[in-house]
């Protein structure tokens, strides 16, 4: 089972920053979180990782609670190609099973 | 710099046919994955090589499912007989390697439709 807590669903308007909320509170130390999207008719891509520190990158930023309990995945300006389900899973970095469990996901909508 | 390439992208089949799926990772990616995509829910894994060694198959359907990787490069992934229930996507993915926080890239799935 994942081991993961994501909205069922959200919309965000075009331009604007779209914050997605994830809960992982029973994370391991040695456990990253990971967010990965999928695009309607194609396969998940990858979008982003963190373990405990805050992570950028051209895509997204991660923002990891302290206790690492929660995170937000944030897209900083929504496009109407960021349509999409969103996964956030975690899973160890190192030793440990690398099979990705996903969840439901949460589905964003990005309106125009 | 060439994705997961996944073939064939669609295919329709009578229960208890059989049929294959095939997958090329990207050049240089030494773990390769199949996962099963049911509609509305996420990919669950079926089958992880690490080069041409099985690393875990715990939720492959042995009775009817079958992967290989002869060769640590393609990989191939087989149901005799099919059921109603493996209407599915499946998605192949590879990584640069095992034991590390490597991302996993997908390629665009099968979508397999059983009647």
């Known amino acids: 089972d994942a081991k993961t807590t994501q909205p069922t669903s959200m919309d965000c308007a075009e331009g604007r920053a779209a914050n997605l909320p994830c809960n992982h509170s029973t994370i391991s130390g040695n456990e990253y979180v990971y967010w990965y999207r999928q695009i309607h008719s194609q396969g998940p891509q990858y979008i982003i990782h963190g373990l405990k520190n805050n992570e950028t990158n051209e895509m997204a930023s991660l923002i990891i609670t302290e206790d690492r309990k929660s995170s937000t995945l944030i897209l900083p300006h929504a496009t109407l190609r960021d349509t999409a389900v969103y996964y956030c899973i975690v899973r160890p970095g190192q030793g440990g099973s690398e099979k990705l469990v996903f969840g439901k996901g949460t589905k964003l909508t990005v309106n125009p | 710099e060439a994705g997961v390439a996944q073939s064939p992208r669609y295919k329709i089949i009578e229960k208890r046919q059989s049929v294959a799926f095939w997958c090329n990772p990207i050049s240089g990616h030494a773990t390769l994955y199949w996962y099963q995509q049911i509609l509305g829910q996420g990919p669950k894994l079926l089958i992880q090589?690490?080069?041409?060694?099985?690393?875990?198959d715990s939720q492959l359907p042995k009775d009817r499912f079958s992967a290989e990787r002869l060769k640590g490069v393609d990989s191939t992934l087989k149901i005799q007989p099919a059921k109603l229930e493996d209407s599915a996507v499946y998605l192949c993915?590879?990584?640069?390697?095992?034991?590390?926080?490597?991302?996993?890239?997908f390629g665009p799935g099968t979508r397999l439709t059983v009647t």
């Open positions: 993915a590879s990584s640069f390697t095992s034991g590390g926080a490597y991302e996993q890239y």
């Open positions: 090589f690490q080069n041409n060694g099985v690393v875990d």
